[in-house]
């Protein structure tokens, strides 16, 4: 098992910035790519970024530009997000992957980040 805790949502008005954090624990996580995720009221769950144990990171069409996703070690990544928009209101959750895979298998439990305008 992996578990994964997430901290730095909150409230922000548009334009403004927010760093999210994700540490994970658990099962061995070397060879885990980490991601954050985010899903809004009524829309499907979608990848924001995520970044392999190389370093290697991917991002959404509306992430790059303005979001960031970085890896302290196995355990610790940040998403800074920067020119928020009310649009990018939603949960956020950290998510792993299986070992060296592009599965999903671990997820957080969300935190919730708003935008207003």
């Known amino acids: 098992q992996v578990q994964l805790v997430e901290s730095g949502g909150g409230l922000v008005q548009a334009g403004g910035s927010l760093r999210l954090s994700c540490t994970a624990s658990g099962e061995i996580l070397n060879g885990r790519t980490l991601g954050w995720h985010r899903q809004a009221p009524g829309k499907q769950r979608e990848l924001v970024a995520s970044?392999?144990?190389?370093?290697?990171t991917n991002y959404s069409e509306s992430a790059k530009g303005r979001f960031t996703i970085s890896r302290d070690n196995a355990e610790v990544t940040h998403l800074q997000m920067n020119s928020l928009q009310p649009e990018d209101t939603a949960v956020y959750y950290c998510a792993a992957s299986v070992p060296w895979g592009n599965i999903w298998r671990y997820w957080g439990q969300g935190t919730q980040v708003t935008v207003s305008s």
């Open positions: 970044i392999t144990m190389f370093g290697d």
